[in-house]
């Protein structure tokens, strides 16, 4: 399996930007689809973000439509979360998860599907 690693979390103002990145290890990336996922204080984790292993296909909640932008570089085995327009709702622990697929173009929303998690990293959005 592949290991995650998150970064790129941290506290800003409502309004800001921030970019989050998941690093993977231990496998090449270049067969797995990535999705992001957070979960805020008391709340159950919810999906964010998904892209396929291509690149050529990704799937948004639509919470965060228009706002956030999932991206990824093989090369680099790295998969970025750009993240604008942040609100006070969209503070939570932020993880990424992957998970193995022969299908170039496959989008998965749901968690359990995924294999491999990273330990999270936090996102605190300011009013």
């Known amino acids: 399996q592949v290991q995650l690693v998150e970064s790129g979390g941290g506290l800003v103002q409502a309004g800001g930007s921030l970019r989050l990145s998941c690093a993977a290890s231990?496998?090449?990336?270049?067969?797995?689809?990535v999705g992001w996922f957070r979960q805020a204080p008391g709340k159950e984790r919810e999906f964010v973000a998904t892209?396929?292993?291509?690149?050529?296909?990704?799937r948004y909640a639509d919470s965060v439509k228009g706002r956030f932008t999932i991206s990824r570089d093989n090369a680099k085995n790295t998969v970025y979360l750009q993240m604008n327009s942040l609100t006070p709702e969209d503070t939570a622990v932020y993880y990424c998860?992957?998970?193995?697929?022969?299908?170039?173009?496959?989008?998965?929303?749901?968690?359990?599907?995924?294999?491999?998690w990273g330990q999270g990293t936090q996102v605190t959005v300011s009013s």
């Open positions: 892209i396929s292993w291509s690149g050529v296909n990704t």
């Open positions: 998860a992957a998970k193995e697929t022969s299908y170039s173009s496959g989008v998965h929303t749901t968690a359990t599907l995924y294999t491999s």
């Open positions: 231990g496998r090449t990336f270049t067969n797995y689809a």
